[in-house]
């Protein structure tokens, strides 16, 4: 990220073209605007003064002082009717800079005429182009030197160039003033820069963390925890058969980068098979399908993701070297969903179901998925199942499950999901 360190010292412009072409590109609407502010602003009051000076003189203006001010109006109007044109937009600077210089130079032919207006109206029009005409600081620069200069060269037949010295040190002030006016609105570009990426970094880790709609009430609401009750949800349960064993023969870093591995394919499939996934503990995941909103095809989604688990694991534990095999149950039922903590938020689901699909991994085979009655009936007989028994699971009553072994309907449509690149297989440990 760019810091103050990116702004030179003297213009107060990014020394990086392309990030000064990206601020200039995000200030354009704002410079358009005040571009034709000030151009309507110094010709309203110049056209307004136009027949009052007339009146005060008492008689016409002879065509020495007139045709200037026509020039002055005439300039005004073209930058005016060239800012309103979308193709001249990009060369707003030089449009503004070709009037400036032009005015500049009427005034000069002013002062030649011995009009006693023209002095301080050029220095407005000189001080008005550094401090709030919008632009290059190198073109206001030579726009607000070269005008000086050829002004004063124009009005020298009627004006001593000892008393257009003022122009020198009224260049001079007002390019300090540009570069600490640049420099103030690209140094607040910047801080605005930061904390928009500050705001997507902190947004992106919510939404890492929480799914999307509880990550949007939290941050809308922070002291008030979302909380729900979902009537009907699909919990996988899944864990890693004789994971003791693999991490004995596995040093910290290669364990992790298994579990790293591993943990990471399943929720690219959670991704892909639309679950939500809620944790992981140790060597067990757990997700559930049908949470963020009523799916009817949410429990055979569950039963593809377990399907597409068995796979992933094997083919990660090829990678590895190692023999990986994983127990995932799939149970039916209402859950409680909300977020727990006042530092690190957690998101998490209660309730019978959860534990029944907790026992019900325990239960299963190494390789299979079981599947309780409750999903296979929440499947719409879309499951090939095999033999079902009733099982007496602890603190849960029975409950009659199934091994998955396949589907016996084209299986539900799912998005593609962007895989990783595979990490580099650990050697093992002897």
């Given at each position: 990220m760019e810091d103050d360190k990116s702004i030179a010292r003297l213009s107060g412009e990014f020394r990086a073209r392309?990030?000064?072409?990206?601020?200039?590109?995000?200030?354009?609407p704002a410079e358009l605007r005040q571009l034709r502010l000030l151009w309507l602003v110094a010709l309203s009051c110049f056209?307004?003064?136009?027949?009052?000076?007339?009146?005060?003189?008492?008689?016409p203006l002879p065509w020495s002082q007139l045709w200037p001010r026509l020039g002055i109006l005439g300039a005004g109007v073209a930058v005016l009717l060239l800012l309103q044109w979308p193709a001249a937009r990009p060369r707003r600077d030089w449009i503004s800079s070709a009037g400036l210089l032009t005015a500049m130079v009427c005034y000069g032919c002013l002062l030649a005429a011995r009009d006693s207006g023209g002095s301080g109206a050029l220095l407005l029009l000189l001080l008005g182009s550094y401090m709030f005409s919008?632009?290059?600081?190198?073109?206001?620069?030579?726009?607000?030197?070269?005008?000086?200069l050829l002004a004063a060269w124009l009005a020298s037949p009627g004006v001593p160039l000892l008393e257009l010295s003022y122009l020198l040190?009224?260049?001079?002030?007002?390019?300090?003033?540009l570069s600490q006016f640049n420099r103030s609105r690209r140094g607040r570009y910047l801080r605005e820069r930061r904390l928009a990426l500050l705001h997507a970094r902190n947004r992106a880790l919510l939404y890492n963390a929480l799914p999307r709609g509880v990550a949007r009430q939290l941050r809308d609401n922070p002291r008030r925890r979302p909380v729900r009750f979902e009537p009907a949800v699909t919990v996988l349960f899944a864990d890693i058969v004789g994971f003791s064993g693999l991490s004995r023969n596995l040093t910290p870093t290669q364990l992790l980068a298994l579990l790293d591995s591993l943990f990471s394919a399943f929720d690219r499939l959670a991704d892909r098979h639309r679950l939500e996934k809620i944790k992981t503990v140790g060597d067990s995941y757990l997700a559930v399908a049908g949470l963020a909103s009523a799916d009817s095809c949410a429990a055979l989604k569950a039963a593809s993701m377990a399907q597409s688990m068995h796979?992933?694991?094997?083919?990660?534990?090829?990678?590895y070297q190692l023999e990986l095999s994983l127990r995932v149950a799939l149970h039916n039922g209402p859950v409680v969903a909300g977020v727990l903590?006042?530092?690190?938020?957690?998101?998490?689901?209660w309730g019978d179901t959860v534990n029944v699909a907790s026992r019900l991994?325990?239960?299963?085979?190494?390789?299979?998925?079981?599947?309780?009655?409750?999903?296979?009936?929440?499947?719409?007989?879309?499951?090939?199942v095999g033999p079902g028994s009733a099982l007496q699971l602890r603190g849960c009553g029975t409950i009659t499950a199934a091994p998955l072994e396949g589907f016996?309907?084209?299986?539900?449509?799912?998005?593609?999901?962007?895989?990783?690149?595979?990490?580099?297989?650990?050697r093992r440990r002897c």
């Open positions: 392309r990030l000064e072409r990206r601020f200039r590109d995000h200030q354009a056209a307004a003064y136009l027949p009052v000076e007339v009146l005060l003189r008492g008689a919008p632009g290059r600081f190198n073109l206001h620069c030579v726009t607000g030197i070269g005008g000086s040190p009224a260049n001079v002030l007002s390019a300090l003033a796979v992933a694991a094997a083919a990660i534990g090829r990678r903590g006042s530092k690190r938020f957690a998101f998490d689901v991994q325990a239960q299963a085979g190494v390789g299979t998925t079981l599947v309780s009655e409750a999903t296979r009936l929440a499947c719409r007989g879309q499951l090939r016996s309907g084209p299986g539900p449509s799912l998005q593609q999901a962007s895989p990783l690149p595979p990490p580099t297989a650990p």
